[in-house]
């Protein structure tokens, strides 16, 4: 099997997913001969020709309202958002049609679309292009919310995306776009979406994150080990709907539970499953559950980014500190 | 040709068109549909009916029986004549007020009553499948039309998506994002912008600087036309004619509709807050169900004797549509969750039991 990075895994499904069905169709800005400022489509258009591989006008909430238009006629889109802090002008396609097109009218029509975007921050980039505000589009009923954190992930969750009956918002984690490796085979085999995958199974502490936070997540769960704590870690992977038997009795196992998001802490998703928690697992906690989140600030720029963000250090401080709780 | 000492490079033209003239007579040489008398009456007909409907909707919610609802008192003419010049395999992408249109494409009365009686079984259509149910987020439905248009011509299908809005709708983004897109592409789209005058409280010449609606059709790359909205047989034309460019690979086309809004924005609101009692008198005057009337009785080609035959067969269409409407039987609370996806997830089916007391989510 081919070691691929996670953009080159992205890449990969969207090829097969065009191979396999002529009706996907894949649209955003510069996503032609450019290939995609990530070099995500990169050599689509010469493989499946422009129109099924779109050069839009520079305007998102046309990309995101297209994708509704074409989707309602069959046609699969895959669109493309340059970054994160370019979706907001899709909310409105988001959360008015795309999520409720098939309960509104009950079924006549559906929107069975995808809007790729990449996620979070990490990279050094100009303002407005580190965001991570997942929790926002989790809140959108009807919509699904899916994040891979490695190649192989990105390559099967993709693929299950396009071929999902319902709309999809793709988050691409942009810092390990390139930094994860990993083998993928092309064997066109989707991956279920709603569902967690345990990447680290353990009994002390499950610690919870998605996209490239599992990065410093499993690098956390490494520092815990040479310390004798095993660690149990949760790709949620899907955020909407998120997968809450997983999460429910990897605490029941282990009765301590830190979540880890570089998103903004208020109103972050991590919120969600501490509630979940709180209300499902109360009896089973040895500890109260942790959040090691972004701070609740706006993105910093490239020289403060980092601090921002979670570190290993603080996952495990924050996991220590529930293991020895009571 | 210089101007100014700087050379022109582009001029551009807005035409109007209209036919009839507000008391009914001819302007001008009419198209040659205005004188097939089954059409043209069917024109009226379908006017007539959304009259009566309107009528019936608005005594419907001031006695609780039926939401907010937006009438189309004076506009009859525009979504009359847009939907009949359409194909059945064409899409309509309708704003809230294009009930004219709907009627027109065969959805029943009893589900335009529904929608806005509060029940999403209203937007099921078992009339034309693929058309899209209202679009209550102004203008934007217009990218979706941009969408369904691409979708047709990358499938090459001879088909035409129809979206329809306000002159509220021409102010936002949404609608020049999308009419920008077809005239890139030349997608089979038309665009229709009912200008009746009034976004609820805000008048035209507070919406845009432009002296037409139609000439933004310019700053996309195609054709804007004015067209007398409250002349039916000249909407009809122009619809036939814009449809018929779009389908043929011409591109899309812009219609705008200049109307007038006879009634209040909706049931909500009271438009003598913003607008005289004087200014609404004067403008009855142009309402296009007497003008084409006039018409038709000067071509002779309408009685009176029709006319009541019509009024009592309004009637009762709208009162059968009003029982079957009132009978639907309602639908158990958790059928919100009903076609939320295309397979409930299992942490919404235990809100769905919850919700039906079937369990304790
Ligand atoms: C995006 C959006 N903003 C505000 C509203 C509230 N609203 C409903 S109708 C309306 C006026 C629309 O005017 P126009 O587009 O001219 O259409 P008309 O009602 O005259 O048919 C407004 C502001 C809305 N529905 N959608």
Redesign the pocket.
């Known amino acids: 099997m081919p070691e691929m990075t996670l953009v080159e895994a992205v890449n990969l499904a969207l090829a097969r997913a065009m191979e396999d069905d002529p009706d996907v169709v894949v649209l955003g800005e510069d996503v032609g001969i450019n290939g995609g400022v990530f070099r995500a489509t990169v050599g689509l258009q010469t493989r499946f020709g422009p129109e099924r591989v779109l050069d839009t006008p520079l305007a998102e909430l046309l990309i995101s309202g297209l994708c509704v238009g074409m989707a309602a006629q069959g046609v699969k889109p895959v669109g493309e958002i340059q970054f994160m802090g370019f979706l907001y002008p899709c909310i409105d396609q988001l959360v008015n049609h795309a999520s409720r097109f098939r309960n509104r009218t009950q079924g006549r029509l559906t929107c069975p679309m995808v809007l790729r975007t990449p996620h979070g921050a990490g990279i050094r980039a100009p303002e407005h292009h580190s965001e991570s505000t997942e929790a926002m589009l989790a809140h959108i009923p009807g919509l699904r919310v899916v994040i891979p954190s490695s190649p192989e992930r990105a390559y099967g969750l993709l693929l299950a995306a396009i071929r999902d009956p319902d709309p999809v918002v793709f988050l691409e984690p942009t810092r390990i776009y390139r930094a994860a490796k990993g083998e993928v085979e092309d064997n066109g085999e989707a991956l279920p979406l709603d569902v967690a995958f345990v990447l680290r199974e353990g009994r002390d502490v499950t610690l919870i994150s998605w996209g490239a936070m599992l990065k410093e997540t499993m690098a956390a769960a490494d520092a815990l080990a040479a310390d004798g704590i095993a660690a149990e870690v949760i790709d949620l992977a899907t955020l909407k709907p998120y997968d809450e038997a997983t999460v429910l009795g990897s605490v029941a196992k282990t009765g301590r539970c830190v979540i880890v998001h570089e998103a903004t802490r208020t109103g972050g998703f991590g919120g969600e499953i501490a509630a979940l928690i709180a209300e499902r697992a109360l009896t089973s906690l040895l500890a109260p559950v942790a959040r090691v989140t972004g701070y609740d600030t706006i993105v910093p720029m490239a020289r403060l980014e980092q601090h921002m963000m979670p570190s290993v250090d603080r996952i495990v401080t924050a996991a220590r500190k529930a293991c020895q709780f009571s | 040709m210089t101007d100014g000492g700087l050379p022109v490079i582009a001029r551009f033209e807005v035409r109007h068109r209209n036919y009839l003239a507000p008391d009914g007579s001819i302007n001008r040489p009419l198209p040659a549909f205005a004188s097939d008398a089954n059409l043209i009456t069917a024109l009226y007909r379908a006017m007539l009916l959304l009259r009566n409907f309107d009528r019936k909707a608005v005594a419907l919610q001031r006695t609780g029986r039926l939401g907010t609802y937006?009438v189309s008192l004076g506009q009859e003419a525009v979504s009359v004549g847009i939907a009949s010049a359409m194909r059945a395999e064409d899409v309509l992408l309708p704003?809230?007020?294009d009930n004219g249109a709907l009627i027109w494409r065969g959805v029943k009365l009893e589900e335009i009553l529904l929608f806005w009686g509060g029940d999403e079984r209203g937007n099921q259509f078992s009339g034309p499948v693929e058309d899209f149910p209202f679009c209550?987020?102004?203008?934007?439905q217009a990218p979706h039309a941009a969408g369904v248009a691409y979708a047709f011509k990358l499938r090459k299908q001879p088909r035409v998506a129809v979206c329809m809005?306000?002159?509220?709708?021409?102010s936002?983004g949404d609608v020049y994002e999308a009419m920008n897109f077809a005239g890139v592409h030349k997608l089979p789209v038309v665009f229709v912008a009912?200008?009746?005058q009034?976004?609820?409280s805000?008048p035209l010449r507070l919406?845009t600087g432009c002296e037409t609606l139609a000439q933004k059709a310019i700053a996309a790359g195609f054709i804007g036309e004015q067209v007398d909205g409250s002349d039916v047989v000249a909407m009809r034309a122009a619809a036939e004619d814009a449809i018929a460019a779009a389908r043929e690979g011409q591109g899309p086309r812009f219609i705008e509709a200049v109307t007038y809004?006879l009634g209040d924005?909706?049931t909500s609101d009271d438009a003598l807050r913003y607008r005289s009692a004087d200014e609404v008198q004067a403008r009855w005057k142009e309402e296009p169900i007497a003008r084409l009337r006039n018409y038709l009785v000067s071509q002779k080609m309408w009685s009176k004797a029709e006319e009541e035959r019509l009024a009592a067969e309004c009637h009762e269409r709208v009162e059968a549509a009003v029982e079957r409407y009132l009978a639907t039987e309602p639908r158990r609370p958790e059928a919100m969750f009903d076609h939320l996806y295309a397979e409930l997830p299992e942490t919404y089916a235990a809100q769905r039991r919850q919700l039906a007391g079937e369990g304790d989510a």
């Open positions: 937006a704003s809230y007020r209550v987020p102004v203008g934007s809005f306000g002159d509220g709708a021409t936002k009912t200008n009746n009034w976004a609820i805000v919406q809004r924005h909706t």
